[in-house]
């Protein structure tokens, strides 16, 4: 067991260009998460799948945010044509659904600066 | 729907004294909840978990939690602070659909 992976820990990049984040979960865990953090505040839901279906989208997650697992493997979130306000840590989590009370493990995160 | 309320953004204590981060929940069915730490520039670490087992709840690093439904609350306590447990903290609950659900933080200083 190595974790949540997350790649890159930094993206530096120019308003109005795309980038993609990539998340490698826990290997047997089946539910996959994307959250946002901006300074100060604490994560907030983007989106999650279970397995390869995406089950919930955030309103915080605007036409140019997608996000996919395919084969309920990895996941890659991506923005195109990023704004300044989408600078934020973006948090990968997983956990394996069994009870509701099971706890979610997260990577390290994925810092992007918009400049 | 659920929430939960962190009181006080920032929290300082004394090296030795007792931590006491608050939580309060909103919750129409019984809660499922979290505290979680977070380190600059880190993901956030499990410190302990409340699934209705016990009202009193122990965690990693000598933290622990009491579930109060009267007072729907879940603070968390550590005896004596250490240096190393300046932190940011987060409380969390668990939704219907298995989204968890944050508070803002409280960003721990630990005064020596």
């Known amino acids: 067991d190595t974790g949540v992976s997350q790649n890159p820990r930094h993206k530096i990049t120019k308003r109005g260009q795309n980038v993609t984040f990539r998340c490698d979960p826990i290997s047997e865990h089946n539910r996959l998460y994307w959250y946002r953090q901006t300074l100060g505040q604490g994560p907030e839901f983007l989106t999650y799948?279970?397995?390869?279906?995406?089950?919930?989208k955030s309103r915080l997650l605007s036409d140019r945010f997608s996000a996919e697992r395919p084969k309920g493997s990895f996941s890659t979130l991506e923005i195109q044509r990023t704004e300044q306000g989408d600078s934020a840590m973006y948090l990968c989590?997983?956990?394996?659904?069994?009870?509701?009370?099971?706890?979610?493990?997260f990577g390290q995160g994925t810092r992007l600066t918009v400049v | 729907a659920q929430s939960v309320t962190q009181l006080g953004s920032h929290v300082s204590v004394s090296e030795g004294a007792l931590v006491l981060l608050r939580c309060n929940y909103s919750s129409s069915v019984p809660p499922y909840l979290f505290w979680y730490v977070q380190y600059p520039n880190q993901g956030l670490q499990l410190l302990l978990k409340y699934t209705s087992a016990a009202t009193l709840v122990k965690g990693i690093n000598g933290f622990e939690a009491e579930f109060k439904k009267s007072e729907t609350s879940f603070h968390l306590t550590k005896p004596s602070a250490h240096m190393s447990d300046a932190a940011e903290y987060f409380c969390?609950?668990?939704?219907?659909?298995?989204?968890?659900?944050f508070g803002t933080g409280t960003r721990l200083k630990v005064l020596a």
């Open positions: 989590a997983s956990s394996l659904v069994q009870a509701l009370g099971t706890e979610a493990f």
């Open positions: 969390a609950v668990i939704s219907g659909t298995y989204k968890y659900i």
């Open positions: 799948f279970q397995n390869e279906a995406q089950l919930e």
